[in-house]
């Protein structure tokens, strides 16, 4: 059994900056991608930032350099900085793990951005 905790989140004034956290624990191997998707209501689910393979990183269009995503391969966790907030930053954002080709999710942390 897998599981995806997060941590970090909450309410930041648009500017402001956040610190996401996912730690991933049970049993985890052919791990192939680690790392954040968000989304609004009544829209998909979209990629923030993944790093696959443990050096090739990925980020969204959206991002334009504003967040960092960061992991340590041996501990299973990677952090989402989030800086230069925008209202339209405002989802849940949920932690993504690939194993293999099986997708595992976190609970979701809710992001609110205010303008």
């Known amino acids: 059994q897998v599981q995806l905790e997060e941590s970090g989140g909450g309410l930041v004034q648009a500017g402001g900056s956040v610190r996401l956290s996912c730690v991933a624990s049970g049993t985890i191997y052919n791990k192939n991608a680690m790392g954040w998707y968000r989304q609004v209501p009544g829209k998909q689910r979209e990629l923030v930032a993944r790093?696959?393979?443990?050096?090739?990183?990925k980020y969204g269009d959206f991002v334009q350099g504003r967040f960092t995503i960061s992991g340590d391969n041996a501990k299973n966790t990677v952090d989402l900085q989030m800086n230069s907030l925008k209202p339209e930053d405002t989802a849940v954002y949920y932690c993504?793990?690939?194993?293999?080709?099986?997708?595992?999710w976190g609970q979701g942390t809710q992001v609110t951005v205010s303008s």
């Open positions: 790093i696959f393979k443990g050096d090739i990183y």
């Open positions: 993504h793990l690939l194993l293999g080709t099986r997708n595992y």
